[in-house]
């Protein structure tokens, strides 16, 4: 069971807490009744975990294409081609479909980032993805992706 997963099932509980106000069981979990306060803070946590379970709010990624610093004379590896770099993103953003290079450019533009995968559309999102990389990962075969890395 992923965290995702666990977060929207607890989620569910608390927003049902809120709702229901408590004094009900379900197999082993028995809810007390509570109060209206308590009520309103479970319903609130719960629409969290459950807006966490649905992927809504990522703490570890920040959109925006805003490069931290400029590295123009960067030099980029060769174009991965259905090739994904899975892990260590800590920004995200939209691309126009078939801009590829406005993924590898914005890696190349901030010092933060060491490597770049273009999510083309309809796998994560309707639309494509930049995620830049603070690490580079391991290389793996999949064709959602167009990936490269920064050469030190």
Known sequence: MTSQTMSFIFGAILVAIGILGGGFEVKELKVPHVTLGVRIIAGIAGLIFVGLGFGFWSPSLQPGPTPVASTATAKMSEREHDKDRYGGDYRYFDV?????????????????????????????RPHAICCMKSVIPAISDNACCVSGTKIQ
């Open 96 to 124: 126009n479909t078939d801009h590829i290079e406005d993924c590898e450019g914005a890696c190349k533009a901030d010092a933060q980032c060491l490597a770049w995968t273009y999510v083309k559309p309809g796998i994560q």
